[in-house]
């Protein structure tokens, strides 16, 4: 009876990981054409939201410190939404567009906690 509810207890956290949103931090060290850059962030951005259903916010936002680090905040409804928005041209181009304007980029995995907004809430479990 034990091994049954600790194959539950399990299976229930797998398909709880599984359905949890997906949060990543992007962060960028930009080396010139800060201007650019964002006009490029936003046209994805803008595109990602209004036609992605899965793509739930995505948001920018600059150190007061040093303007050219940059922290992107996507969050998505699961990992097949991530998967099928950067499988789309709209981020290609992006990346594209960039490229040339980034020093240094790094991408920090998270697990979420808590989300909120008037779009939707999530809580773990």
Request: aromatic share 8%; proline share 3%; no cysteine.
């Amino acid at each position: 009876m034990a091994l049954l509810a600790s194959e539950a207890t399990s299976y229930a956290q797998e398909t709880a990981k599984r359905d949890a949103p997906i949060v990543r931090i992007f962060e960028f060290v930009v080396a010139s054409d800060l201007a650019a850059f964002m006009v490029a962030g936003r046209k994805n951005v803008q595109a990602s939201i209004r036609d992605e259903p899965g793509v739930l916010s995505m948001h920018s936002v600059a150190d007061k410190s040093d303007p050219t680090n940059l922290y992107v905040v996507e969050v998505y409804k699961d990992e097949a939404a991530y998967r099928a928005h950067v499988a789309t041209t709209r981020f290609k181009d992006f990346i594209n567009a960039i490229k040339a304007k980034v020093i240094s980029r790094r991408v920090i995995e998270t697990n979420p906690k808590m989300l909120g907004s008037e779009d939707f809430e999530w809580t773990e479990q």
